[in-house]
């Protein structure tokens, strides 16, 4: 129950060996690749209940990379409310609405940043009595939880926003009219985006495009990804009825949008010194670096599917 809780600092790990320019194992990333798509795509056509499932289920596990790789810097992140938290926004999206999600999601911060004062609180009455002379025994997940409150506080607020927050717009999507389309519309254009994006990058990227941050990331690649995911919108926007300039728009939306989600996660991951946030997925990393492109894409199809569909 503590590892659950409290897991160990990630450590980096030798990624599979990469297999031409593609930069990484591409056997490996494309049957990953496909397992996953069969996890979404399935449930959805199934029910879409069983999306709502699946969600909750990988951004609880996300939340615990993200925890482990906190921890890397003496920051505990807060897992029983953040669980409890993404069961709750997700609960009160699909049966409730936006309101009542939103409403969710600030009772979940609130309760990250009691959570981490109380611990911290528990941390200091433990310093008090080793002082004392009172043997205390010592663990590394105490001292962990020793560290700065305030840290532990704002950190247990951004990932109640980045995660389960940002995956509320998912279950929102889910629950409207055409519920498993809009979904599908959701995955297929970060999809998108990041296919065009890495094969126009791996042939003809020439000028990165925030080497400090992302080197591997081009110009390039962003034009790549700008051609893949306008079609796909354009071409979903088709299949759904709706206009095809929409469809363009928001595609084009959809890469900056992810560009960002993909730049600032990489900034995370280089202030944390980690090359991936996990290595459950190999060929791709964790959890984490599947999510970051759909989770800022969310609120944006969301809003499209409001005001367009």
């Given at each position: 129950?503590?590892?659950?809780?409290?897991?160990?600092?990630?450590?980096?790990?030798?990624?599979?060996?990469?297999?031409?320019?593609?930069?990484?194992?591409?056997?490996?990333?494309?049957?990953?690749?496909?397992?996953?798509?069969?996890?979404?795509?399935?449930?959805?056509?199934?029910?879409?209940?069983?999306?709502?499932?699946?969600?909750?289920?990988?951004?609880?596990?996300?939340?615990?990379?993200?925890?482990?790789?906190?921890?890397?810097k003496g920051i505990r992140l807060p897992l029983a409310p953040l669980?409890?938290?993404?069961?709750?926004?997700?609960?009160?999206?699909?049966?409730?609405?936006?309101?009542?999600?939103?409403?969710?999601?600030?009772?979940?911060?609130?309760?990250?940043?009691?959570?981490?004062?109380?611990?911290?609180?528990?941390?200091?009455?433990?310093?008090?009595?080793?002082?004392?002379?009172?043997?205390?025994?010592?663990?590394?997940?105490?001292?962990?939880?020793?560290?700065?409150?305030?840290?532990?506080?704002?950190?247990?607020?951004?990932?109640?926003?980045?995660?389960?927050?940002?995956?509320?717009?998912?279950?929102?999507?889910?629950?409207?009219?055409?519920?498993?389309?809009?979904?599908?519309?959701?995955?297929?254009?970060?999809?998108?985006?990041?296919?065009?994006?890495?094969?126009?990058?791996?042939?003809?990227?020439?000028?990165?495009?925030?080497?400090?941050?992302?080197?591997?990331?081009?110009?390039?690649?962003?034009?790549?990804?700008?051609?893949?995911?306008?079609?796909a919108g354009a071409g979903a926007m088709h299949l759904m009825g709706?206009?095809?300039?929409?469809?363009?728009?928001?595609?084009?939306?959809?890469?900056?949008?992810?560009?960002?989600?993909?730049?600032?996660?990489?900034?995370?991951?280089?202030?944390?010194?980690?090359?991936?946030?996990?290595?459950?997925?190999?060929?791709?990393?964790?959890?984490?670096?599947?999510?970051?492109?759909?989770?800022?894409?969310?609120?944006?199809?969301?809003?499209?599917?409001?005001?367009?569909?």
């Amino acid at each position: 129950m503590s590892t659950m809780l409290s897991p160990r600092p990630t450590r980096n790990r030798d990624p599979l060996p990469s297999t031409g320019r593609a930069g990484r194992n591409l056997p490996a990333a494309l049957a990953v690749s496909a397992l996953l798509i069969a996890l979404v795509v399935v449930p959805i056509m199934v029910d879409t209940i069983l999306f709502v499932v699946v969600a909750v289920i990988a951004v609880c596990g996300a939340l615990w990379e993200l925890a482990a790789a906190f921890a890397r810097k003496g920051i505990r992140l807060p897992l029983a409310p953040l669980w409890l938290g993404t069961l709750g926004i997700a609960v009160t999206a699909w049966q409730v609405g936006a309101e009542a999600a939103f409403g969710a999601y600030a009772a979940t911060a609130g309760a990250c940043v009691l959570w981490s004062f109380m611990d911290q609180a528990e941390a200091d009455t433990g310093t008090a009595l080793e002082e004392a002379g009172v043997d205390v025994p010592r663990t590394d997940a105490h001292d962990v939880v020793r560290r700065s409150r305030s840290a532990s506080a704002v950190a247990s607020v951004f990932a109640a926003t980045y995660l389960p927050f940002l995956a509320g717009y998912a279950v929102l999507l889910a629950a409207q009219d055409q519920g498993a389309a809009k979904v599908l519309l959701l995955i297929a254009l970060p999809a998108a985006n990041d296919t065009g994006g890495w094969l126009v990058g791996v042939t003809l990227g020439r000028h990165p495009m925030a080497p400090s941050v992302s080197p591997k990331k081009s110009w390039e690649g962003f034009i790549g990804s700008l051609l893949a995911t306008v079609g796909a919108g354009a071409g979903a926007m088709h299949l759904m009825g709706g206009p095809l300039w929409a469809g363009a728009a928001l595609g084009a939306c959809i890469v900056v949008v992810s560009t960002l989600g993909d730049l600032g996660e990489s900034l995370l991951k280089r202030d944390l010194g980690l090359k991936d946030m996990g290595t459950l997925l190999p060929g791709h990393g964790g959890i984490m670096d599947r999510l970051d492109s759909i989770l800022v894409a969310a609120p944006v199809v969301y809003v499209f599917s409001l005001l367009v569909l």
